[in-house]
């Protein structure tokens, strides 16, 4: 069986990395205006990058929970079967054992030099203005996709959303684009689909099931029911 999962903030809140939208979130310590659009790191270049520096560190200190340990074991046992597009910018799949991760927002751990193009592993701060490792330009910039910019490997992701027997989606409000549309296309090329959420989302009532649970307890609760276990 082919499964797409999709995955947002809500998977990793129980590692204490926060969600944008739930109460405390970190929209709203910041408008979004404010810190994810190009306009404002045109703006205020040193705000966007400060805010970035803080969540690369608080994102540093958080563990993967049971939901992305689940996810690496069913990726195990599914291979190139299982694929993880998430909108996180955090590692947390990664350092759970996941590698078939696309993460279609960008990474906190990298960074894009707006000279020359060069993705690297974010050497120091961005705050500090570090030179470009491979360039030495001083022109680095938080490799994360804002409102208003192209998401990553969109065609990747339709590939696979066209071909998948079961659509999953994660811990997401179904409040941003193009991500919340995913469901429409698994819809439409004949796949299932399955939202695990702690709440009804935005875009609940177009899966086919909606099961209500913090990650951690419904992520390992389905998995082992793939699994046959
Ligand atoms: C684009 C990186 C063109 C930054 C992010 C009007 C209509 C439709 C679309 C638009 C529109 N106006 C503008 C747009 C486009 C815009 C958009 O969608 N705006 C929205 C606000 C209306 N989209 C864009 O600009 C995108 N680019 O459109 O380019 C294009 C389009 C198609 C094809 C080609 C070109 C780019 C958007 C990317 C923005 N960057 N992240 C950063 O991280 O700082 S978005 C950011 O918020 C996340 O990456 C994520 O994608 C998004 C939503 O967050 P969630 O992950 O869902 O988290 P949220 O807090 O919202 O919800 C938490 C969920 O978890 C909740 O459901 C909660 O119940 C649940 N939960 C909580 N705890 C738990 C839990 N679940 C389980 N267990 C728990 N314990």
Not at 9 to 27: K, M, N, Q
Not at 48 to 74: C, G, I, K, T
């Amino acid at each position: 069986m082919r499964i797409v999962v999709l995955t947002g903030a809500g998977i990793s809140a129980e590692s204490g990395v926060p969600t944008f939208r739930d109460a405390g979130g970190l929209w709203e310590g910041h408008r979004v205006e404010d810190v994810a659009t190009p306009e404002a790191f045109a703006r205020d270049p040193r705000t966007v990058q400060r805010f970035y520096d803080a969540r690369r560190h608080a994102a540093s200190l958080a563990e993967p929970n049971p939901a992305h340990d689940a996810l690496a074991r069913l990726e195990d046992a599914l291979g190139d079967d299982l694929l993880i597009v998430t909108q996180n910018v955090d590692e947390l799949h990664e350092r759970a054992g996941s590698s078939r991760v696309v993460h279609m927002h960008g990474r906190l751990a990298s960074a894009l030099c707006q000279a020359c193009g060069a993705r690297v592993p974010v050497p120091a701060d961005l705050a500090g203005d570090p030179a470009c490792p491979v360039c030495g330009e001083r022109a680095l910039r938080p490799d994360i996709v804002w409102f208003g910019e192209m998401p990553y490997e969109l065609d990747r992701i339709d590939l696979a959303l066209a071909s998948c027997d079961l659509f999953v989606a994660i811990g997401t409000s179904g409040a941003v684009y193009p991500a919340a549309g995913f469901v429409r296309t698994a819809t439409e090329f004949g796949a299932s689909t399955l939202e695990l959420n702690l709440a009804g989302s935005e875009v609940s009532p177009l899966f086919d099931e909606v099961r209500v649970g913090p990650a951690s307890v419904v992520v390992p609760a389905w998995v082992d029911e793939v699994l046959g276990r």
